[in-house]
């Protein structure tokens, strides 16, 4: 067959093979390639240079919806239409979907336990029709969270298909990346049926959620529409489009004055809510649109605190984004957030990624997720503001990837959740200094992985991560690529990692980059070849764990011999205490491994006699600190 498919999947849609055609270049040899991946490269739809291909295709949807939620009552109500566009060179006898609120279901396959508050009944279609015929929806006991749907008339290749449902569920009692935080407050996400992706290396998406993993979504359209009480509002993904058919006059005067305010201002108090002065005192229609992007999300409730403020993301544009809250007064540490989203949308915009706020808004929400989603956050409350500021700016950063890019986080999670980590960490040393910066970064993300020896630690992190669970999906998703991304930044200078990083935004924003997309993008840039680099530390088996193997006198200096025992091209720092009292730190990027990654040897100029060396990884933990020290005898 023409592309990898669920075995189970493969029977039911029977896709038509295509032939394969061309040959692999053969920079693409040089690291390992999974043979789907490797013929979307023959086929031409990637380059090996990081640029999409000449025949680079992606599909997308225009979905139209409007649900019904009517707290306390659970049950959500949705009507909608999807106009799916084929743009691959394929015909599609089947579509598949996506219905993740049928985790909720007994029995779904999940990386955990569910609780009797957890599950529901899942998503019921009520009425499915496909171009205005009604077609019988088939309940496959075999299917959970996705579900194949045969087509009467085969997708044509740059055709169309109108696809129609109605549907309902009810939220669960207990809220996670979605569901109730009590009676009046929800947090709705995933909850609309999608079709999956189709793309071009591995055909159609057929991957379980799990509930640990994430998504994988096409750039669509959404014109939504919230219909809801009187005295609730409604935060969502996209452009509010009726403000002035939903809120009273002083609300309404606020929110607007907030899109271009420096300052916070307090659109709902916990006064308003109490008098009922902020939405009008009706059934309300709260209308959201947004173009080209991979998902939608929304909150509601009918006692939330809103504060907005705006902050300038382009300064040459001069364009602002407005940031938003939405919280119970009791949340001491959300009456900070909007300044917290204020500094984040504005750091990110000019240091790292440096690339410009995409969107119009960014929206914290408490919840109890820590989650992003595209424009919204869905954070929990602490009492530590310094925490809580940190795992903010953690779900902000996901605006760049995997929303700006469309990563296959399920599959790729390093992709996404590492980039985030990465900047976290660099966001953090402008917060909080250097030291304190390290210490946290060390504390959350490092100190778990390098302190365990246990044996999936050390897979590469490459392996696809829908496979994974528990720290061994945790550690390759997020510590261990973000120190890999940090050690390239290290050893090419933060200038040429900028331009590599941008060039590689440039390129894939909208679309489906894969890892090799991304590793032939920094080669291209860089103008080396990096993929010693990128196969010691993602494609191997490995950990840090740096020696010292010997260390002699040499005319002008000393000869350092150090071994890589874990692995990973790893920077390090070799702090050297001479004969006379003085100490002295020589940096070491990660280039020292180039020649051999096992070991590496440093020529040390010094006309001092050396009393002891020792190796500092700072954020680079070594895994056996035993052997990091010499001292002359």
Do not use: C
């Not at 924003?509 to 680099?533: E, I, M, S």
């Amino acid at each position: 067959m023409r592309r990898l498919f669920n075995p189970a999947a493969a029977a039911l849609l029977a896709l038509a093979a295509v032939p394969v055609s061309g040959a692999p270049a053969a920079a693409q040899q040089q690291l390992y390639m999974p043979r789907s991946i490797r013929q979307a490269f023959n086929e031409g739809t990637r380059s090996p240079d990081g640029r999409p291909g000449a025949k680079y295709w992606q599909n997308r949807g225009r979905y139209d919806i409007t649900i019904t939620a009517t707290p306390p009552n659970r049950t959500v109500r949705g009507t909608q239409t999807i106009t799916y566009v084929n743009n691959s060179p394929d015909t599609l006898p089947a579509l598949v979907f996506k219905l993740f609120m049928n985790i909720h279901r007994p029995g779904a396959p999940r990386n955990g336990g569910a609780s009797e508050a957890y599950l529901t009944d899942g998503v019921t279609i009520d009425r499915f029709a496909v171009n205005g015929a009604h077609t019988p929806w088939q309940n496959n006991p075999g299917y959970f969270t996705w579900q194949p749907v045969r087509l009467a008339t085969p997708l044509m290749p740059h055709d169309s298909v109108r696809l129609s449902f109605d549907w309902h569920y009810d939220v669960a009692r207990e809220a996670g990346r979605e569901g109730m935080l009590d009676d009046s407050t929800w947090f709705l996400a995933y909850f609309y049926p999608r079709v999956a992706v189709y793309d071009d290396a591995n055909g159609w998406d057929t991957m379980d959620f799990t509930d640990q993993q994430e998504f994988y979504s096409d750039f669509n359209d959404y014109d939504v529409t919230i219909r809801v009480p009187a005295n609730y509002v409604v935060w969502g993904t996209g452009t509010l489009l009726n403000p002035e058919t939903v809120l009273q006059p002083e609300a309404l005067r606020r929110y607007r004055t907030s899109l271009t305010s420096d300052s916070v201002i307090h659109v709902a108090t916990p006064q308003d809510l109490a008098a009922r002065r902020v939405t009008l005192q009706k059934t309300n229609d709260w209308h959201f649109r947004a173009r080209d992007i991979p998902d939608m999300a929304f909150g509601l409730s009918d006692k939330y605190n809103w504060d907005a403020a705006s902050v300038v993301v382009d300064d040459a544009a001069r364009r602002r984004a407005s940031v938003q809250a939405a919280y119970h007064d009791s949340a001491q540490d959300f009456h900070h957030m909007v300044r917290f989203g204020q500094h984040a949308l504005g750091w990110f915009s000019r240091n790292w990624p440096g690339v410009p706020y995409p969107y119009e808004k960014s929206t914290i929400f408490l919840g109890t997720a820590d989650m992003e989603y595209p424009m919204m956050v869905n954070d929990n409350t602490t009492p530590d503001t310094t925490f809580s500021r940190f795992v903010a700016e953690h779900e902000i950063a996901h605006t760049y990837m995997p929303f700006y890019m469309g990563i296959n986080e399920t599959r790729y999670g390093f992709m996404d959740e590492g980039w985030a980590t990465t900047f976290e960490y660099l966001v953090g040393i402008a917060d909080m200094g250097p030291q304190r910066a390290a210490d946290f970064f060390r504390r959350f993300r490092v100190n778990g992985w390098i302190n365990n020896p246990s044996p999936e630690q050390d897979l590469p992190i490459i392996t696809p991560q829908d496979v994974l669970t528990g720290r061994a999906y945790g550690n390759n998703a997020y510590g261990k690529p973000a120190l890999g991304y940090l050690a390239m930044k290290d050893m090419l200078g933060d200038d040429m990692f900028r331009r590599a990083l941008h060039e590689f935004m440039d390129r894939w924003h909208g679309k489906h980059p894969l890892p090799w997309d991304q590793f032939n993008t920094f080669n291209n840039v860089a103008g080396r070849d990096l993929n010693w680099f990128w196969n010691a530390w993602f494609f191997t088996p490995s950990y840090i764990d740096l020696g010292v193997a010997s260390v002699t006198p040499a005319s002008g200096g000393y000869t350092v011999v150090l071994n890589n025992i874990g692995g990973m091209p790893a920077p390090v720092d070799l702090v050297l205490r001479y004969a006379d009292g003085t100490t002295e730190t020589r940096h070491q990027t990660p280039a020292i491994w180039q020649a051999n990654v096992r070991q590496a040897t440093v020529t040390l100029p010094t006309t001092k006699p050396l009393q002891s060396i020792d190796l500092q990884g700072g954020i680079w933990m070594d895994a056996n600190r035993a052997d990091n020290t010499w001292t002359a005898r």
